[in-house]
């Protein structure tokens, strides 16, 4: 069995270290580029705190009903039956968690080669031949290699630790924000920031929306928690409580930063910067300190890469252990009590996908998916009210039944504009999710196969039992 050994500041730690990466020091620029008026630009982020708050609580309730390994494949096979949890778990390892871990480990190790010019990705250390073609090979990617073997390695070695270092990681990341708070507002201001500013002429309507999309993005991540449901002490209070106070803990700091930004910088300007947090920091302490927010980023995206390798590996074990992905990802270490074989594999791809610099194109295709699976746990919320009335709930969704309506709204929202804004991404991501159909349909059959030959009173093949 996994050890239960996560408590509720652990699973804070998680929810914070799994939102805070990169984007709130670089992708933070969409939200005053679609929308230059600094009071919006706020509220905006108020918006998504808000927003990201109705998607914990439904989640929490999924997660304190089935508070075991896996979160959201169990949500959806519990609500929709088994075809939906595996391409959920499907779509995840072949894109939508390995790519992530891919990207944040290549994005890490650029972020020290302005430190370390070896890990730059401008810096090509070898080629790898392909056939008629040769694959160059940058020392960014060679840095994002070294990082996910160290971080899988920490994780099989043992929960405890692989969510120490998480956490102390994390802890580190918060105080560097505190400190650009603090700093950011005791300072005085660049420039004189125009809270009553009129509202764009044109365009309103689609600014908006666009702005809405970043914050969010920026917002992402608060779910993870759940995947590890079977590791924590008391998940019926620590997951929701634990999850809520890490999402309530990053809008306070978002907020307060993007004031800090509005403080050293014009709107205008800041929506063209391609490194917010080290423009902000630039226009209000100098270059030197501009220097450290590049440090921080570094932290940030590495602490993120680290939430993921812990986080996401629960998905695929109980997938395995239901007969529906690669049998030897079924075990548990027998010592280190982890999920050892999926962590392994977990890490093997997402090493492929940072060398075959797909990751970024891949994660474009999946955008679509990853909220349509969003829309449908959150109505899986309703079903399983209807169908599991009896099923223990110790915690219930605050405002239900609006909360999971305005997080199932919003998902649909992400859902719809991806088929307006990118049909063909979209249509990929489609295309990458079906190609689970006959991988469900094999791996179902072998199961049914597996299972009437290990039936009693048929004949069962001695080393066949004894290792699995």
């Given at each position: ?65 089935f508070p075991e390994a896996g979160g959201q494949y169990h949500f959806l096979k519990e609500a929709y039956g088994p075809l ?5 778990g499907w779509t995840s390892f072949l894109v939508i968690q390995s790519g992530a871990i891919a990207y944040l480990a290549v ?362």
């Open positions: 069995m996994l050890l239960r050994a996560l408590g509720t500041w652990d699973v804070s730690l998680i929810t914070i270290g799994m939102i805070v990466g990169s984007a709130i020091f670089i992708a933070a620029s969409i939200v005053p580029r679609a929308m230059p008026q600094p009071a919006v630009v706020i509220g905006l982020w108020c918006i998504g705190g808000l927003l990201s708050l109705a998607g914990v609580v439904t989640y929490s309730e999924l997660g304190t009903m939906w949890g595996f391409l959920f994005a890490s190790a650029d972020c020290l080669g302005a430190f370390l010019p070896f890990f730059r990705s401008s810096h090509e250390v070898a080629a790898i031949p392909l056939g008629f073609k040769t694959l160059p090979v940058a020392g960014s990617q060679i840095g994002a290699a070294i990082a996910i073997i160290f971080l899988s390695a920490l994780n099989y070695s043992g929960l405890r630790e692989g969510s120490l270092f998480q956490n102390a990681i994390t802890v580190i990341k918060v105080v560097s924000l505190v400190a650009l708070v603090v700093f950011g507002l005791v300072v005085r201001p660049a420039v004189e920031t125009p809270w009553h500013a009129a509202l764009p002429e044109q365009g309103l309507v689609g600014g908006l929306g666009v702005a809405m999309i970043g914050v969010l993005w920026c917002y992402d991540g608060w779910y993870q928690a759940t995947f590890c449901g079977g590791e924590i002490r008391d998940p019926g209070r620590s997951l929701p409580r634990g999850m809520l106070i890490g999402t309530i803990v990053t809008a306070a700091l978002y907020i307060l930063v993007n004031v800090v930004y509005l403080r050293a910088l014009p709107a205008i300007e800041l929506g063209r910067s391609s490194g917010i947090g080290e423009a902000a920091a630039a226009a209000l302490f100098g270059p030197r300190v501009a220097a450290l927010v590049t440090l921080a980023v570094f932290i940030s995206v590495f602490g993120c890469l680290s939430s993921n390798v812990l986080t996401a590996a629960r998905i695929y074990l109980p997938m395995a252990q239901d007969g529906l992905f690669f049998r030897s990802l079924a075990k548990i270490h027998p010592v280190h009590r982890t999920p050892a074989a999926c962590i392994v594999a977990q890490g093997a791809w997402s090493i492929v996908l940072a060398f075959s610099g797909s990751y970024e194109q891949l994660g474009t295709y999946v955008i679509f998916a990853m909220f349509l699976f969003h829309t449908a746990t959150g109505a899986a919320l309703f079903v399983l009210r209807r169908t599991r009335p009896d099923r223990p709930r110790v915690y219930r969704a605050w405002g239900y039944p609006w909360t999971p309506v305005v997080f199932i709204l919003t998902s649909l929202a992400f859902v719809i504009n991806t088929l307006i804004v990118r049909p063909i991404e979209s249509l990929w991501g489609l295309l990458l999710m079906a190609l689970g159909l006959p991988a469900y349909l094999w791996w179902r059959g072998t199961s049914g196969t597996r299972r009437r030959t290990e039936a009693p009173g048929k004949c069962i093949q001695p080393s066949r039992v004894s290792t699995e």
